[in-house]
């Protein structure tokens, strides 16, 4: 499916980025309808950053289009690029006041005196800091910087918002907090932004569609949703969520661990002969009596257990495999006892 | 709501008074070695000086202990006096500009470079450094001459068609005194710059400010203080120094430094030189307090 140029707020057409023999990004293609939310999520070094960079003019690109409203924008220097990033330090200006920094974008754009109050009120409304116009950004927290940041870019109303890790340099409680704050502004003002961080719950949590991106590649680009349940290839698999990778070689006979040594294991579908990695959620890994209702069985041994508050974490082993499992409760269940696992089909993904 | 008060022993509290004091002092105590260097050092000879530019002067003798205001009215009286303190002002105030907005150009480069080359540009600028005034002034003595570098170099390429020399003019001390100050310009601006967040300028750009504009109202602003700072410390230096106007100068050029020296051992009027020196010292002092009230209150954005 081709989105038309003109319906997306933003285009990339085969964008290409080295660093001497370093392909940072290699040849991405992304389209951001007006409105959307596009988290480009990836370990560092997966060239997410540098995605970002390339869009705001940071970069030079090396192949490739960029296109903003449909126009082709890659041979403009930042300042004339209709974009506005909110960067990891915030990068306030800490000579000018709260207000003075929200205004800079619009006196660069030359608004007038009186509209540009009314602009500057009404967005430091939205990000909640009312009466914080006087403040310097030395007196502010964390949190209140990232909003000031937030409150600058958005007062522009530029075509596309690039997020660069805003909320990564934040304590998890304050994450948290401006996580859903941001949600509910995209919400509010549906704005058309690409947001880049390595939280897979950010990820999640905000966007419209995930890119998931290994070595300057997409790997797979779908909703949060999709991404989770039906996640495109072995990567993006262990890359989000929590996983339990089991590897075991099917033979004639039983299935045996790395070693060759035999493992309790019977599954529903039997995959052919040869080296498989089985990939399981830890949550969906029932354990104890829950597990004999289902088709796919292990015995492992009790490990060590790990008290996690709303979950006990057991830590198994089976021959060579290791695995951890997710109870809501205490089995009953002590170090070195064996005990039954069971999960569906369809919880378990198989990759070779 | 009760207070329930803490019954401790009676050395619990001499400790506590005496861990109190401790703290007070240190602090003194941590600027005492450098308080007594700068006392011995610069305080007393200052004083001394001062009470010798109160001396008398009478025939070829040094000075005569005695006490009068003599010394001082003549320096503000005698245009040859005034006229040196105005053109050492003028030469300092000019050569210091130029030292600044070389540096800052140089600083800004230095700073936007990657960090590979930082260390080279750092090298280059500590070389002046390493090299002593005088030996300085002997390089320039092979520069400026009709038979030196620049006169060749200009005639190579053409710009001119006869042999110049450029020594012993105002331009060759300009130029001395602008190279003699520049590494110092350089890495108090460099200091400056290195603590600013690049991304402010990317921030800067991203609102839709063109360079210019990023300059005058992020990067300006920022580095404000720093300016005054390498301003002044180039001014102080070129002030007061002797050696490089004196040696690439004109006869003509009658700076303070040159004045001094002359007075001191070719005038053997030592309260004279003393009057003069004192005026310097003052005026230093006076273009110090300047600059200082011209820095923002808020010197450190980094509350």
Redesign the interface.
């Known amino acids: 499916m081709k989105q038309l140029a003109g319906d997306a707020a933003l285009d990339l057409e085969s964008v290409r980025r080295t660093f001497g023999t370093v392909v940072a990004v290699d040849d991405i293609s992304l389209a951001v309808a007006r409105g959307e939310f596009v988290t480009l999520l990836g370990p560092s070094g997966s060239g997410k950053t540098s995605t970002l960079r390339l869009i705001?003019?940071?970069e030079e690109l090396d192949a490739g289009a960029i296109r903003i409203n449909g126009e082709r924008i890659d041979h403009l220097?930042?300042?004339?690029?209709d974009?506005?990033?909110i960067?990891q330090?915030g990068?306030?200006?800490?000579?000018k006041t709260v207000a003075e920094n929200v205004a800079?974008?619009l006196r660069?754009?030359k608004f007038p005196k009186s509209e540009m109050e009314e602009r500057i009120r009404r967005y430091l409304d939205i990000v909640r800091l009312k009466g914080f116009e006087d403040r310097?950004?030395?007196?502010l927290s964390g949190g209140q910087k990232q909003r000031v940041a937030l409150a600058?870019?958005l007062v522009?109303r530029p075509a596309i918002l690039l997020f660069d890790e805003p909320l990564s340099a934040l304590d998890l409680s304050l994450r948290l907090q401006l996580r859903a704050e941001i949600k509910r502004l995209h919400d509010e003002l549906a704005f058309s932004a690409i947001y880049v961080t390595h939280d897979q719950s950010e990820a999640m949590a905000m966007s419209t569609r995930v890119a998931v991106m290994n070595r300057g590649r997409i790997e797979q680009i779908d909703s949060p949703e999709r991404v989770f349940h039906e996640p495109a290839n072995e990567f993006v698999y262990t890359f989000i969520g929590e996983s339990c990778c089991l590897p075991v070689r099917f033979g004639s006979g039983a299935a045996t661990d790395k070693l060759g040594q035999p493992i309790d294991l019977s599954l529903e579908k039997k995959p052919s002969d040869g080296d498989w990695r089985l990939y399981i959620r830890p949550s969906r890994m029932k354990l104890a009596g829950e597990a004999t209702a289902f088709a796919n069985r292990l015995t492992a041994k009790v490990q060590f257990i790990e008290f996690l508050g709303d979950v006990y974490r057991y830590h198994l082993e089976a021959g060579a495999l290791e695995m951890f499992s997710d109870h809501p409760g205490p089995t009953g269940h002590n170090v070195g006892d064996m005990i039954d696992i069971g999960w569906k089909t369809g919880d378990m993904q198989a990759f070779r | 709501m009760t207070v329930t008060t803490v019954k401790e022993s009676p050395s619990y509290e001499l400790n506590r008074r005496k861990a109190i004091r401790r703290k007070q002092l240190t602090p003194w105590l941590l600027m005492l070695p450098a308080l007594v260097i700068v006392l011995i050092f610069f305080g007393i000879p200052t004083l001394y000086m001062l009470r010798m530019s109160f001396n008398l002067h009478i025939g070829q003798r040094l000075y005569v202990p005695g006490f009068t205001f003599e010394h001082y009215v003549n320096l503000f009286a005698n245009p040859l006096f005034t006229n040196a303190i105005w053109t050492t002002v003028q030469l300092s105030l000019l050569s210091s500009l130029c030292t600044v907005l070389i540096g800052y150009g140089f600083a800004v480069l230095v700073w936007l470079k990657p960090a590979k080359w930082r260390l080279l540009f750092i090298g280059l600028a500590l070389c002046p450094l390493l090299i002593s005034e005088i030996a300085i002034i002997f390089g320039w003595w092979m520069f400026f001459p009709k038979n030196g570098l620049l006169s060749y170099a200009l005639l190579s390429s053409g710009l001119i068609t006869d042999k110049i020399s450029l020594m012993y003019t105002e331009f060759a001390a300009f130029v001395g005194l602008v190279y003699v100050t520049l590494p110092y310009c350089f890495f108090i601006l460099l200091s400056i710059f290195d603590g600013i967040d690049k991304r402010m300028l990317e921030a800067s750009a991203d609102l839709g400010a063109p360079p210019f504009m990023s300059f005058r109202e992020v990067l300006l602003p920022l580095t404000r203080s720093g300016l005054l700072v390498a301003f002044s410390q180039s001014f102080i230096w070129t002030i007061g120094t002797y050696a490089t106007p004196s040696a690439l100068g004109p006869d003509t050029l009658w700076t303070m430094g040159y004045l001094i020296q002359e007075q001191m051992l070719g005038k053997h009027n030592w309260p004279m030189a003393s009057a003069f020196s004192m005026v310097l010292v003052v005026g230093v002092a006076c273009a110090m307090a300047l600059t200082r009230s011209l820095m923002s209150k808020r010197t450190s954005f980094h509350v």
């Open positions: 705001g003019g940071f220097p930042p300042y004339q690029r974009t506005a990033t960067f330090s990068a306030l200006f800490p000579h800079y974008g660069m754009r310097y950004p030395g007196q600058r870019s522009v």
